[in-house]
């Protein structure tokens, strides 16, 4: 069997996860984690339900197995506080380490610069993965239902919603978007990047959109680049919109946002 790049990540993960637990038991992590204040729910949900506006989710990412070096020289921090200042509706972070040159760290540095919803956005596997997530200060998770059970999509879902996260759950085809349907998922992500192949294609969200589920709140990630991609699919029905790389790249990040928009 052809090993892909997402069993590459996932094995990779699983591994790092194991690493984790080692350093800090998910027993003393669940303690830290009801130590906090209640978290304040819906937070992101809240967020991309708003239609009064196109809804960018503007994304940290350093790197990516496809694109290679992004733009691994700009500070989270800094950056957040630019995406905040040209309309964003929500940060997602990219924190997988070995992949994307990610860090629970760069969350965390965007937690404290801007009080905007964060999206923990990773190649979630295990429970624990949710508990740091809250612990970071993230307001909803992404759980791929690609790599996940639905028995684990289900699982994962409810234990997000006990944490007062909302959990994102992102497909690619219809069977996925089935699957998604299939345990009440509240926010869907369809990535038009396939994760097997890492090809993108605007159309996969073009057609999937005529599958939402009833009261599903959709996003569209991956490829896209201008404010005519977000009209366009805006006009489809999609309430929010998950942009990285466009962003990344841009010389001043503040601005090209305002041009998305």
């Known amino acids: 069997m052809t090993t892909t790049i997402l069993d590459r990540i996932l094995e990779a993960k699983r591994a790092r996860i194991a690493e ?14 009801k130590s906090l ?14 239609e009064d506006r196109l809804n960018v989710i503007a994304e940290f990412k350093r790197a990516s197995p496809s694109k290679g070096k992004i733009n691994n020289s700009l500070d989270p921090a800094k950056t957040a506080v630019a995406y905040e200042a040209g309309g964003a509706s929500a ?14 760290d760069d969350l965390k540095a965007v937690r404290r610069s801007v009080d905007l919803p964060i999206l923990r956005k990773d190649f979630i596997v295990d429970e624990y993965q949710i508990y740091e997530s809250a612990l970071a200060g993230a307001d909803a998770v992404l759980l791929i239902a690609f790599a996940l ?34 345990i009440g998922a509240k926010i869907i992500g369809v990535n038009n990047r396939n994760l097997k192949t890492f090809e993108v294609s605007l159309d996969v969200s073009r057609e999937l959109i005529r599958y939402r589920p009833k009261g599903a709140l959709m996003i569209a990630e991956s490829g896209l680049s201008c404010h005519e991609d977000l009209s366009e699919l805006h006009k ?17 990040q503040a601005e090209a946002l305002r041009a998305l928009l």
């Open 236 to 252: 489809l029905g999609f309430n929010g919109f998950l942009v990285g790389e466009t962003l990344m790249k841009a010389s001043d």
């Open 91 to 104: 940060i997602s972070v990219l924190t997988e380490e070995d992949f994307f040159d990610g860090s629970i």
């Open 149 to 182: 059970t639905s028995e684990s999509l289900e699982n994962f879902q409810r234990l997000a919603a006990s944490l007062g996260l909302d959990a994102i759950v992102e497909v690619h085809d219809l069977d996925e978007i089935e699957k998604a349907a299939g």
């Open 37 to 50: 204040s209640p978290h304040n729910g819906h937070r992101f949900r809240n967020a991309l339900a708003r």
């Open 20 to 33: 984790a637990k080692r350093s800090v038991s998910p027993e003393l992590l669940l303690d830290m984690v």
